[in-house]
């Protein structure tokens, strides 16, 4: 008996503490709505607004809405099924109740503990309580509670109208889309006030699952959905049952069967879809809580710079339709060379030894069956599918189907993208991830994908060589066929393009050209370890990344046998162009909030961690920089970017006098094994770019038409002939000391002779490195001599007063000079870089130097 009176008066203290704490939970969710029925500001709600996408000049490129502008609507406005099919579905005594339904609440907590689905237990004033004032998100008693106590709040305050008004403007109706109108928009093409009873009962089925009643990617479920909102309509006497029927027949018999749930995101006026999508991704990683990027009003300042990218744009349209159309031709040649040559043959060897196996007639014929198959049947077999139910038919064999078709257009189809950065700063100004963006292709490739950079791979380590001062342009390489062996004593035998050799030539010439043979010497000699760890200092890949980009110590690497990114590349590049500092690519500047406050300053983050890194930000030293942007210079002077340049004459303009000048530009093209991959990477003082194209499955060759200098070369001509358009004349910084220039034997690498003739290059070099012999090839003058040469070209330059020097081993020597005061002529645009394989200061003036014995001493 005494365990008893214990265990009741356990159960009757247990009660009353969990009064108490439910009283204590009541009262605090009341102290929170306290006064909220005086408050005249209750009704005032922040009303949705789209981000806004600026460009670099203010412009506008585009609004991220998901609602597509939403646009409040009167309940005024809206046909009587748009609500009656709502409170059929969602609240059948929303007129009758005070904010909660105590039965409906009743029936949730029991399917609750009974793990039972018996219906939600919210009203519509609870559902639009819950989405005004607490995260639905959190699916807490306390949220529960706390929305209850506003849903008695809005009841107090609002109308039952009113509520219903504001629930059908705010609510979620999935695509994307918020409030009842721009959810008509979307699903159907039309205003809220045209929306027929099918539709609104196709409106209300989305607000429990959009994801899985979406009409568009389940029109099998979302129907069945739709015929019961449309029978609860019937049966409460809003419709009859002729008028549901008609309205069921006319929706289905015009439905979009093609359409998928994504269109919505493309039905936006975008200027650069790429680009935005980037940017929409960048702000996705930096915006969290409660605001909402496609409802928050933000005003986003961008990097992008819309000529450049309407350029862009136009440029990859007309580059990767060309790409295609080549290849196709290529292909069929190819094909029909084959079939015609070696088919018979096939067929005459498979009847002789009775070898089934290689009949080609046979592989042909299924290849051909396949392609009809996907691109005749297989879109019928998937509408049929769909009008008649038969989602088995659709999973089994359209899906698999169009699975294998996306594989073979990975694999057959031409992309390209290309990426546009401004050395000062690192701001994308350009983005085109891809061909058309859509449903099917959002694969920005600019900053996703990881692709081979063959040749284009080749000047982060010629930069490394440089460092070392045993290269300088001039080095003398020998480019003939050569067998390497790697550490376990395998050989390694590299070919140059189409297998032609040239025999000695300069460095820069091997780099220009693209030649395989001498590039592999440098690496050979800078060392696989060294060369990596420079290329990774260029690219920018982070650390845990390095293990799966395939930067394998070996002589392939020195082929860009590795993994990297477009924007990577472009990082790279920059850096040559802007001093050798750290750039870092960025697409977005600040972000600020529908008041015009700045909440996000990604640019000033990055400035910020630029400085903190202090002397380590400068990842190659401005001499080193400064040698590669001129050594890559020749690349457009005479290598393989020179056609599509036409020798850096495309980057040739007049100014307002009408005096003509050119910006200097330099680069580099790549095309990997077997012509999967094209690319072409340049720069100026202003801007760098990269173009590619290849295809999104490895396998196929784009053939000797389609090329690194061929296709991504011109493209890459023709967007920077654009970009650079009414720009002023700039030049590569030249750093205070510590380079020289000279023009030698473009043979021998050696200090010009007379009998050089026409044999000459002007180069730049790290001070210090340049040729200290007379040319040997032309002329066998003593060491005593090359030394007195180098001794006065030295004292010269020591002197300030020459920044080029050409030394001619004649009697009496000569020397040819460029004064500073003309360098600082052309500067300011004066006497502008007209030829571009001159110096920038125009024609030297030769002088008689004094006796130069003294210097032996």
């Known amino acids: ?31 929170q709505t306290k006064y909220i029925k005086d408050n005249e500001y209750f009704t005032e709600f922040s009303t949705a607004l789209p981000t806004k996408l600026l460009d670099i000049n203010g412009e506008l490129i585009t609004e991220l809405a998901s609602e597509e502008k939403r646009e409040i609507i009167s309940i005024k406005k809206l046909p009587q099924h748009m609500i009656d099919a709502l409170l059929s579905r969602e609240d059948r005594v929303f007129y009758y109740h005070r904010g909660f339904s105590a ?71 999935g695509g994307g889309t918020y409030g009842v109108n721009a959810a008509s928009k979307y699903y159907f093409g039309h205003s809220a006030e045209e929306i027929t009873p099918a539709e609104a009962a196709i409106l209300v089925v989305q607000l429990s699952n959009p994801a899985a009643f979406n009409p568009f990617d389940h029109p099998n479920a979302a129907m069945d959905r739709q015929k019961g909102v449309l029978s609860a309509m019937v049966a409460s006497g809003y419709i009859t049952q002729e008028q549901a029927d008609e309205s069921f027949d006319n929706y289905w018999g015009t439905f979009d069967y093609t359409r998928t749930s994504s269109a919505a995101t493309f039905s936006h006026d975008d200027k650069a879809p790429w680009f935005s999508e980037y940017v929409r991704r960048e702000l996705g990683s930096m915006i969290y809580g409660t605001d909402d990027i496609y409802t928050s009003g933000f005003t986003v300042n961008t990097t992008l710079n819309l000529k450049h990218q309407q350029f862009a ?16 031709q290529f292909t069929n040649v190819r094909s029909n060379d084959a079939f015609n040559v070696y088919t018979p043959l096939s067929e005459l060897i498979a009847l002789t030894f009775n070898l089934g196996g290689i009949k080609v007639s046979e592989q042909r014929n299924e290849a051909l069956a396949q392609s009809s198959y996907t691109n005749n049947i297989n879109p019928v077999i998937d509408v049929m599918s769909l009008m008649f139910g038969m989602d088995k038919l659709k999973l089994s064999v359209v899906n698999r189907s169009n699975s294998v078709a996306k594989q073979q257009v990975g694999k057959t189809t031409v992309e390209g993208t290309m990426i546009s950065l401004d050395n000062e700063n690192g701001y ?35 930069s490394a060589a440089i460092d070392t001062r045993e290269f300088t342009p001039t080095t003398i390489i020998s480019d003939t066929p050569t067998v390497f062996h790697t550490k376990d004593g395998k ?12 025999g000695d030539v300069e460095l820069w010439y091997a780099l220009a050209h693209s030649m395989n043979i001498p590039s592999i010497k440098v690496l050979d000699a800078v060392g696989f370890d060294a060369a990596i760890e420079r290329a990774i200092a260029l690219l920018g890949i982070p650390e845990d990344e390095v293990p799966n980009r395939g930067f394998v110590p070996g002589y392939p690497i020195g082929l860009g046998v590795c993994s990297v990114r477009p924007i990577e590349v472009a990082r790279a590049y920059s850096i040559f162009a802007s001093g050798g500092k750290e750039v870092t690519p960025i697409a977005i500047r600040s972000v600020a909030d529908r008041n015009g406050n700045i909440i996000l300053n990604p640019e000033r983050e990055v400035r910020q961690a630029q400085a903190a890194k202090g002397n380590s930000a400068q990842v190659i030293s401005p001499q080193t920089a400064f040698v590669m942007a001129n050594l890559l210079q020749n690349t457009v002077k005479s290598g393989t970017l020179a056609n599509p340049s036409n020798h850096g004459e495309r980057f040739s303009y007049k100014n307002e006098n009408g005096r003509k000048y050119t910006i200097p530009a330099g680069g580099k093209t790549g095309t990997t094994q077997n012509w999967a991959d094209a690319w072409a990477v340049g720069f100026t003082p202003y801007l760098t770019s990269v173009f590619w194209f290849g295809f999104d499955k490895p396998g196929q060759s784009l053939g000797l038409k389609l090329t690194g200098s061929t296709l991504a070369g011109y493209a890459w001509a023709r967007y920077m002939n654009r970009a650079h358009d009414g720009l002023p004349y700039k030049d590569f910084d030249k750093p205070a000391t510590g380079v020289i220039q000279a023009t030698v034997c473009s043979v021998s690498g050696g200090i010009l002779t007379p009998e050089c003739g026409e044999h000459k290059t002007t180069q730049w070099f790290l001070e210090g490195t340049q040729p200290t ?17 180098l001794r006065l070209e030295h004292e010269l330059y020591r002197s300030g007063f020459a920044s080029e020097l050409i ?37 030297a003036e030769p002088f008689e130097a004094p006796d130069y014995n003294y210097l032996m001493n």
């Open 1 to 31: 008996m005494q365990k008893i009176k214990v265990t009741t008066y356990c159960l009757v203290a247990v009660l009353f503490l969990s009064a108490g704490l439910f009283g204590a939970g009541l009262g605090s969710a009341l102290a």
């Open 103 to 173: 039965k409906a609440l009743f029936r949730a907590v029991m399917g609750k503990l009974a793990h039972l689905s018996l219906g939600g237990g919210s009203t519509l004033t609870q559902q639009i309580a819950g989405t005004l004032y607490c995260d639905r998100s959190d699916y807490s008693y306390k949220r529960k509670l706390k929305e209850l106590w506003w849903a008695i709040q809005m009841e107090r305050r609002y109308s039952k109208d009113e509520i219903l008004e504001l629930y059908l403007n705010k609510i979620y109706f």
């Open 313 to 328: 744009q136009e440029t990859m349209d007309i580059y990767i339709d060309y790409a295609n159309e080549t290849y196709q």
């Open 428 to 462: 994308i100004t350009a983005l085109v991830g891809g061909s058309k963006f859509d449903s099917e292709n959002q694969f920005i490739r600019a900053v996703q994908a990881k692709l081979q950079p063959g040749s284009s791979f080749k000047p982060l380590y010629y």
């Open 491 to 502: 050989p390694y035998i590299p070919l140059d393009f189409r297998g032609v050799y040239e």
């Open 773 to 789: 012999q007379v040319c040997t090839v032309h002329s066998g003058n003593s060491n005593a001599r090359t030394l007195a040469l």
């Open 807 to 843: 030394i001619r081993d004649t009697e009496p020597l000569t020397v040819s000079l460029s004064l500073e005061s003309s360098m600082q002529d052309t500067a300011q645009g004066t006497d502008a870089n007209a030829d571009t394989t001159s110096t920038a200061a125009g024609e």
